[in-house]
């Protein structure tokens, strides 16, 4: 297990796929934040889910008025329309977020399904950070990612799973980085079989960590599946999860779970 932190990783580019739910705006304040640390382009991508398409034409589906409280069935047209609306709004707000901290910003429309261009994307990169309204809605990141024009990123503490791959120390080092940035307390999952292995990737943690002048709390955790991510996100009132290995966790079938259940924004590196 490594106990140096590494330079700041080189990084050109933050994608976050945009979307309007509140987890999409708090994945949208990470990346910005890291982006403003990595000297990264911030990059959205808003993706038209065609999960909606296949909505048409089915009896159920249906438009309301919110004045009249009515209801129509859902055109084409409708649907084109409400992609554009959406897009405009994200783009909005990538802006203000990128001005505000004087970023490079570009943004970026794809059609399909959302977690097939997030995986497609993640093919590439090096960190991802992920959110969740209906289907996958995700922020990607180039290496890695709080803040919209000015408002507090996330208010609790900043997780990281730690254990003994390569990537813990990556993903320790953006913990280090998100915590300073939102004056948060960083956490420390320490994923161990036993008490002693318990310890001692807590003392290689905060031998990490005292390089770099923070300090962290440790957590046993026996085990990194999605309960015991969901309880421990829980239980501390996660503002934020760094998870290292991302090849594993978006391959994990338990991923929509934590996503669904997790309210924070989840990072995932490596």
């Not at 999409?24 to 909606?52: C, H, R, T």
């Not at 959302?114 to 809605?137: F, P, T, Y």
């Not at 998870?243 to 490596?270: H, M, S, Y």
């Amino acid at each position: 297990m490594s106990t140096t932190m590494h330079e700041r990783p080189a990084v050109a580019r933050i994608w976050v796929a945009l979307d309007e739910s509140p987890r999409s705006a708090a994945a949208l304040m990470a990346a910005a934040g890291l982006a403003a640390e990595l000297d990264a382009e911030l990059a959205g991508l808003f993706v038209e889910d065609i999960n909606l398409q296949h909505l048409i034409g089915l009896p159920f589906a249906r438009e309301f008025s919110l004045l009249s409280g009515s209801g129509r069935p859902l055109s084409q047209g409708e649907v084109e329309s409400t992609w554009r609306s959406e897009a405009r709004s994200m783009q909005r707000l990538l802006v203000e977020a990128a001005e505000t901290l004087r970023l490079r910003w570009s943004f970026h429309v794809a059609r399909g399904r959302v977690s097939a261009e997030v995986n497609s994307l993640a093919q590439a990169l090096d960190l991802i950070v992920l959110g969740r309204r209906s289907g996958i809605r995700v922020l990607a990141v180039s290496q890695t990612t709080p803040s919209l024009v000015g408002t507090p990123p996330q208010r609790g503490p900043v997780l990281v799973l730690f254990g003994k791959d390569p990537a813990s120390t990556q993903s320790l080092e953006l913990g280090v980085m998100l915590a300073r940035r939102s004056g948060a307390e960083l956490l420390l999952l320490i994923d161990a079989d036993n008490e002693d292995a318990y310890r001692a990737a807590c003392v290689a943690a905060q031998t990490v960590l005292k390089m770099s002048r923070t300090n962290g709390r440790c957590v046993w955790l026996t085990g990194a599946n999605e309960s015991n991510l969901i309880q421990a996100a829980h239980r501390e009132a996660a503002g934020c999860l760094v998870l290292p290995d991302k090849a594993r966790f978006l391959g994990q079938e338990g991923l929509d779970r934590v996503l669904d259940e997790i309210e924070c924004p989840i990072v995932l590196t490596g």
